[in-house]
């Protein structure tokens, strides 16, 4: 039997092998309630660790995993908490749905899998174990080998990052991909990146004429709605025409008008449920106090909400408070959450103080001694 290279005796290695040990078991001692509210689990644990409810979901679908299969658990333990995460997780999605009088041989194959045999072995990545698994799984158990169909199905999605950037990402079959490979092959000169090549495509090749909301906050610096401070955009900017938006509007509809709408996702910047990013332009806006009861349509009893977290709110699993700074409280039984909006109209951090306010308040404070 030979030694991972990654199990050798080192700092770094050291360091992660504790971190995946400390995931690992903490992981397994989380056992999800069957017959509990799903999203509701997850939100509690997202809250108490402040990570994401994404982040919880993988982790306990890895405790469930190596409570399923203990002797891989084990195996995992006596080589030192050599796998990581990742790794586990893509373990996990290949075998959820393995039927039980297959889990004998899918355990032996991850056993010896996750062994090493010589010395100074590198342990494949995701995508290669994903290959792997999925290979064998599909010589016992062709149906659980099969990918999901939501993952063969074509989409789109515009992610945006914090760096003044947006990544965009599709799934398309592969004769679609070869098309759009070969248009950006065409455009690209030598020396050109792919993604400038992909921009000149946009550029040649697009005519549909599109509006832009740019804001102008105090400082008199321009934001993008929905992604913030226009730096490197001076063109655009020259193009710019200022529209008015007014903090007070409202109207006796139920649908808000375009500019509540755009002043309300100027204040919120993303859904105001605990812990989602969903930019605000892609959230709906919810009535606070219900417009059937009263409740008017105006920024002040409108919050933005993505469409997954306004159906809970609307079911009545989650309750929220909007106060007059637009801190929200939501209620989770005998447990609450805040959030503080973070949209560009707000002016600054909220409860911040510069370094200017607080030293001029210290000198006041000396000085009225």
């Excluded at 955009?233 to 509540?260: M, Q």
């Amino acid at each position: 039997m030979g030694k991972f290279k990654h199990q050798q005796h080192s700092s770094a290695g050291d360091f992660q092998r504790r971190i995946n040990e400390l995931n690992i078991e903490f992981w397994i001692a989380q056992h999800p309630e069957d017959a509990a509210d799903f999203h509701t689990q997850l939100d509690r644990i997202a809250g108490e660790m402040n990570i994401s409810r994404h982040d919880v979901r993988i982790g306990m679908r890895i405790g469930v995993l190596l409570r399923r299969f203990a002797q891989f658990a084990q195996c995992i333990r006596d080589h030192g908490y050599h796998v990581n995460m990742a790794k586990l997780s893509t373990v996990e999605q290949h075998v959820v749905a393995i039927q039980p009088e297959h889990e004998p041989q899918v355990e032996q194959f991850l056993i010896e899998y996750f062994t090493p045999t010589v010395d100074d072995e590198v342990l494949p990545q995701p995508a290669t174990i994903a290959k792997h698994l999925r290979s064998f799984i599909a010589t016992i158990d062709e149906q659980a080998a099969k990918s999901p169909r939501g993952n063969q199905q074509r989409r789109a999605r515009f992610i945006r990052n914090h760096n003044g950037t947006t990544r965009f990402s599709a799934n398309l079959s592969d004769v679609e991909a070869a098309k759009l490979q070969a248009v950006l092959k065409k455009e690209q000169r030598e020396g050109m990146e792919l993604v400038d090549a992909f921009a000149k495509a946009l550029d040649s090749r697009t005519i549909t004429k599109v509006h832009l909301h740019l804001f102008k906050d105090q400082a008199g610096i321009y934001h993008l709605l929905g992604s913030g401070p226009l730096f490197d955009a001076p063109a655009l900017v020259a193009k710019a025409t200022p529209s008015e938006i007014d903090a007070s509007a409202s109207t006796a509809e139920y649908r808000p008008t375009p500019e509540i709408r755009k002043m309300v996702q100027l204040l919120d910047g993303t859904c105001r449920y605990p812990g989602c990013s969903r930019p605000a332009q892609e959230c709906d806006l919810d009535h606070v106090i219900n417009y059937d009861e009263g409740g008017p349509t105006e920024p002040s009893n409108l919050a933005c909400l993505c469409r997954f977290h306004h159906t809970m709110k609307t079911s009545g699993r989650v309750h929220y408070t909007l106060h007059k700074d637009r801190t929200i409280t939501w209620y989770f039984g005998e447990n609450t959450k805040t959030t503080k909006p973070h949209g560009e109209a707000i002016p600054r951090a909220m409860f911040s103080q510069t370094w200017a306010e607080h030293e001029n308040k210290r000198i006041k404070l000396r000085r009225s001694a």
